[in-house]
């Protein structure tokens, strides 16, 4: 079975800290996806990163940075600078195989002015 | 268009109330799905479309009827519910392999059953 872990429930920080939201995910499967995704209060799921199991590069996209380690089993999201407008709820998802995704239970991030 | 749009936004329905919801792409997306997200909790698949087919029911209750009716269209048919099924749906579309290429989701249908 797959499983998603978020251990961080609600980070507050103020802007400009720098955040690193955790994920740590289970799978018996060698190839898999992961997902992060944004959801403002407004509901959409916006789309962040995805990678595979195969590519463990990490990667930087402005202000935002993902860390995959495949020892660990973690896919850690960093917020550099934060702003006030990247308070949202952060998913991280895991797929294999399937269309299935499983979702972590999100980690709530209010960036206070 | 790099949309997935879902009407309404917002619904309140009664018990014995029959509604429907509708999620509309024109992406080209031949695969659909249906998550249904509890307050402070993440979303959980509940069917996928894929070539206007059912392709997984994650055993949901028949008060729960999806229709694909063509490959930009995807509804969910609601009938009898319970107060408990009051959340918000989520609709997606994606390549068949979503996996590969990800997925776009709408801003969801917030659902109140009275």
């Known amino acids: 079975a797959q499983k998603v872990t978020q251990a961080q429930t609600e980070i507050s920080v103020v802007e400009k800290e720098d955040v690193t939201l955790d994920c740590v995910y289970e799978?018996?499967?060698?190839?898999?996806?992961l997902f992060w995704y944004k959801q403002p209060p407004s509901g959409e799921l916006v789309f962040l990163i995805r990678r595979n199991s195969f590519d463990e590069q990490n990667e930087i996209s402005g202000r935002y940075s993902w860390n995959f380690q495949k020892s660990t089993s973690s896919f850690n999201f960093t917020i550099t600078a934060s702003q006030v407008v990247d308070s949202a709820v952060y998913f991280c998802?895991?797929?294999?195989?399937?269309?299935?995704?499983?979702f972590g239970k999100g980690t709530k991030l209010t960036v206070n002015p | 268009d790099t949309e997935v749009t879902q009407t309404p936004k917002h619904l309140v329905m009664g018990m014995t109330n029959k509604k429907s919801l509708k999620c509309e792409q024109h992406m080209g997306h031949r695969a659909m799905y249906w998550y249904k997200q509890k307050a402070k909790k993440p979303p959980e698949l509940m069917f996928v479309?894929?070539?206007?087919?059912?392709?997984i029911n994650e055993s949901v209750p028949s008060r729960f009827s999806p229709e694909c009716p063509n490959s930009s269209l995807l509804n969910l048919h609601l009938h009898a519910l319970q107060p408990e099924d009051s959340a918000l749906y989520l609709c997606?579309?994606?390549?068949?392999?979503?996996?590969?290429?990800?997925?776009?989701f709408g801003s969801g249908t917030r659902l109140t059953v009275v």
């Open positions: 799978t018996r499967d060698t190839t898999y996806y």
């Open positions: 479309y894929s070539y206007e087919k059912l392709s």
């Open positions: 998802a895991l797929g294999v195989r399937s269309e299935k995704l499983v």
């Open positions: 997606a579309s994606s390549q068949v392999k979503g996996l590969v290429y990800g997925y776009t």
